[in-house]
């Protein structure tokens, strides 16, 4: 099973100032560099504007910023946890700030897909002569003191996506170390199920 590239990320919930969306402000606080990269996507009025520098991507809204990286090499963690913490320093949120990280891994293993084929729901659709094309099932699940959601998505090929999350709070701690934390319990998690790692 990989990570699915650009999937690793951590995001911040709360009500922030209209002002922490836009580019000149994002530049200045929160990547402390002159030149970012600007991109859309989307197209109408369903779109959304994503920054870009360092090898660090942040997508900003009101009420939700998420900070990610490009590569699987991790090389841009140090720069991403001085990103988070130039804006949590920065912005002010009229609300409490939940935060979490989030990853989503693929692989052609049926580990869970296996499981579910002996279900019962499965096979009595089977007699009426449906197909299940896609099972997901949600846990969320405590580990190491730390609260995770994970979803895995069964069908084709099977998804798992690993949320760890904070509820709202005052004090935020997002460090090279929680990080590699959430790497780390990630990767217990996946093969607690029986998938195997793939660098």
């Known amino acids: 099973m990989k990570r699915i590239k650009e999937s690793f990320c951590v995001v911040l919930n709360g009500d922030w100032n209209k002002l922490h969306v836009q580019p000149d402000w994002i530049s200045a606080n929160v990547f402390t560099q002159e030149k970012i990269e600007i991109e859309v996507h989307g197209k109408g009025d369903e779109f959304t504007v994503g920054y870009f520098c360092g090898g660090v991507y942040i997508i900003p809204s009101q009420s939700k910023f998420t900070f990610g990286i490009r590569s699987d090499s991790g090389e841009e963690v140090p720069y991403l946890c001085k990103c988070v913490s ?6 002010k949120s009229a609300i409490d700030i939940s935060y979490g990280y989030n990853s989503i891994f693929k692989g052609e293993e049926k580990r869970m897909s296996y499981m579910m084929d002996d279900c019962a729901d499965r096979i009595r659709y089977l007699d009426v002569g449906g197909v299940v094309e896609r099972t997901r099932i949600d846990r969320r699940v405590r580990y190491k003191e730390k609260l995770y959601n994970i979803s895995v998505s069964c069908g084709q090929d099977e998804t798992v996506s690993i949320n760890e999350h904070h509820e ?18 990630s990767w217990d998690l996946l093969e607690s199920l029986g998938y195997e790692r793939e660098d």
């Open 86 to 91: 130039n804006f949590i320093k920065e912005a």
């Open 168 to 185: 709202a709070s005052d004090y935020i701690e997002i460090t090279e170390g929680t990080f590699q934390d959430y790497i780390n319990n």
